[in-house]
Nanobody, 122 residues
Framework: VQLQASGGGVVQAGESLTLSCTASGSRDSINAINAMGWYRQAPGKPRELGALVAAITTSGATNYQDSVRGRFTISLNGARDTVYLRMNGLKPSDTAVYYC???????????WGQGTLVTVSS
């Protein structure tokens, strides 16, 4: 499975952005994914130390970092191969590289996208 993320950019505080991430690969591999999500990390720092922003299971259960709850919304498309992160009321503290993640409980490790940079100016 490969994950392709897009949607990052430069915005001013208070504005909105939507990130998207699409999984590609065999249908069986994609169907084996049981959750997708977004992590973020300050630019220049290792992805592995990033924090979970939001996650959603294929059954629709969601989880949010406290600092984004009420401002960000995570969703899945009907084919369950694309995850979106709608980010409203962006703050400078939201500036980070956002990484898409997908979990297959039967896989050796999670799948990761390449990261997309979000910069929020004050």
């Amino acid at each position: 499975v490969q994950l392709q993320a897009s949607g990052g950019g430069v915005v001013q505080a208070g504005e909105s952005l939507t990130l998207s991430c699409t999984a590609s690969g065999s249908r069986d591999s994609i169907n084996a994914i049981n959750a997708m999500g977004w992590y973020r990390q300050a630019p220049g720092k290792p992805r592995e130390l990033g924090a979970l922003v939001a996650a959603i299971t294929t059954s629709g259960a969601t989880n949010y970092q406290d600092s984004v709850r009420g401002r960000f919304t995570i969703s899945l498309n009907g084919a369950r191969d694309t995850v979106y992160l709608r980010m409203n009321g962006l703050k400078p503290s939201d500036t980070a590289v956002y990484y898409c993640n997908a979990n297959d409980p039967n896989a050796y490790d999670d799948y990761w996208g390449q990261g997309t940079l979000v910069t929020v100016s004050s």
